[in-house]
């Protein structure tokens, strides 16, 4: 082949591939200016929300519940009623607590504190009574023997008072052998 034939052919594939790359070129160019046109688009609608978000008012509701809570009202009264009127099951309870179910403090504080007290003054009172009543017993048997051994005496001088010397003799000896006893 010749040299022109080569150069013809080279600059025929040269100018294919020179129209292939303006079209897609053109492609690309044609999808970047849409693309700018549609951001373009966006931004302003995007300024136009801002613009709305920042002149928005904000809305205050207002309501009125007082009827509500009157109806509510209503019907806890009414249903008060219902439950006060009905019939209740009485159950009568028995029990023996030996200790508290509520309050355990203050009931170990009544019993540690003031039964324990006063069981003690009332065992001391007692213990008291008990050595009083033998005390005046004691004194009382003392006195009785007391008067006893008085009228022993007594009667001893008036008989020995009264009595002959022989007499004497023998309640002398009485006296003595009582004593030695």
Aim: hydrophobic residues 40%.
């Amino acid at each position: 082949m010749e040299p022109k034939n080569i150069e013809k052919v080279e600059a025929g594939s040269l100018e294919i591939v020179l129209n292939e790359f303006s079209e897609e070129q053109k492609t690309h160019a044609k999808s970047i200016g849409d693309l700018v046109i549609a951001v373009n688009g966006l931004t302003g609608k995007l300024i136009q929300l801002e613009e709305k978000l920042d002149k928005r008012k904000d809305v205050t509701v207002h309501t009125n519940t007082k009827p509500i809570e009157d109806i509510l009202k209503k019907a806890v009264t009414e249903t008060k009623l219902i439950v006060s009127g009905q019939r209740k099951s009485v159950t009568k309870k028995y029990q023996l607590l030996l200790f508290p179910e509520q309050d355990a403090k203050l009931f170990y504080k009544i019993v540690f504190g003031r039964w324990f007290m006063w069981l003690a003054i009332i065992v001391f009172l007692n213990f008291l009574y008990d050595w009083a009543v033998h005390w005046s017993d004691n004194n009382k048997e003392v006195k009785l023997q007391q008067l006893q051994n008085d009228r022993f005496t007594d009667s001893w001088n008036y008989l020995y008072k009264g009595s002959k010397k022989d007499v004497r003799k023998l309640m002398d000896s009485a006296w003595v052998k009582s004593a030695n006893r």
